[in-house]
């Protein structure tokens, strides 16, 4: 009974919204990615740079929103590599992804040694406050959860709506989705393919390092090495239990978030008696038990993964 009473709690669903909010942002970032047709295996480097870029920029004398803008630039950059290998030049995009996670997270990890040599110790900087959305935040155990957040984490709520939007709603959005299931038919209405799907992965590889960006100027107040922990790996999976579909992929990273604060409150009340380690990873079961079900039925992009050169039928 009172590991059922954790979910009737107000600092259950507050956790599980601020664990959420980073894994919005990338997941909504490798969604446009591989709407496109691209598979973004970068994710965990983008994540990992762009939570020290932002961090850096703030650490060094900017504003937050400065951080926020530089970590997306960063991001982009990233994005616009792995681009450049997997479209143009229609290199394998695994062998790519993975190249890219490793040059971004080896690449950060030797800068904050180059700027910070003599720190043993990460530094800190005053991160984004809470800020309760008047007559909202007051409703019953949801007001906190959902309107008692970061700014980060409001700006998640509207990216989610605004890539909807894009997608379904735009010509951007629908030539956006043509590019990952019949780049030619999109080359026929004399629409670059290789600028969608460039464009689609910068788009995209910028919110996966806003993201990052939220560890460490929302969720916490510093950079530290192997805090990404995985999580971008959990939003490439949260895509295909999203059905390609933001709505959905939402409700998969409110899920994830949920087993995940919910794991650490159950350690308090059965810790004693099942070892933690059975708790750290339920989440991930749960999530994959999630997957199999729901990827089953799932209609993924009929290009994704293909490369295309210009002309071919």
Not at 27 to 36: N, Q, S, V, Y
Request: with cysteine.
């Amino acid at each position: 009974m009172e590991a059922f009473d954790i979910l009737l709690t107000t600092s259950f669903w507050v956790a599980a919204i601020r664990i959420a909010s980073p894994l919005i942002f990338a997941t909504m970032g490798e969604l446009i990615c591989e709407r496109a047709g691209v598979l973004n295996l970068g994710i965990e480097g983008i994540m990992t740079a762009g939570a020290f870029a932002g961090w850096l920029t703030v650490y060094l004398g900017g504003d937050l929103w400065t951080g926020v803008a530089v970590a997306a630039l960063a991001g982009m950059v990233f994005g616009l590599l792995h681009g450049f290998m997997t479209v143009p030049l229609g290199l394998s995009q695994h062998v790519t992804g993975i190249g890219i996670t490793l040059l971004a997270t080896s690449l950060t990890y030797f800068v904050y040694r180059i700027a910070l040599p003599e720190v043993t110790s990460p530094p800190k900087i005053e991160p984004f406050q809470p800020y309760a959305v008047p007559g909202l935040s007051d409703i019953p155990l949801l007001g906190p959860a959902l309107f008692n957040q970061t700014p980060l984490t409001y700006l998640a709520y509207v990216v989610v709506a605004v890539v909807a939007w894009v997608l379904y709603r735009t010509p951007v959005g629908i030539a956006i989705r043509a590019v990952g299931e019949n780049p030619a038919a999109v080359e026929a209405q004399g629409i670059s393919v290789t600028g969608m799907r460039m464009g689609a992965v910068a788009a995209g590889s910028a919110l996966m390092a806003v993201g990052g960006a939220f560890l460490t100027m929302s969720a916490f107040n510093s950079f530290f090495f192997e805090m990404i922990n995985g999580r971008g790996w959990v939003c490439i999976a949260l895509v295909v239990f999203g059905s390609w579909r933001p709505g959905k992929a939402l409700i998969g990273a409110i899920l994830f978030a949920a087993f995940d604060a919910y794991q650490v409150r159950l350690q308090q009340v059965a810790g004693g008696v099942i070892p933690y380690q059975i708790f750290l990873m339920l989440p991930y079961v749960l999530s994959i038990l999630a997957l199999i079900v729901v990827a089953r039925r799932a209609t993924y992009p009929k290009a994704l993964m293909v490369p295309y050169q210009k002309g071919e039928r």
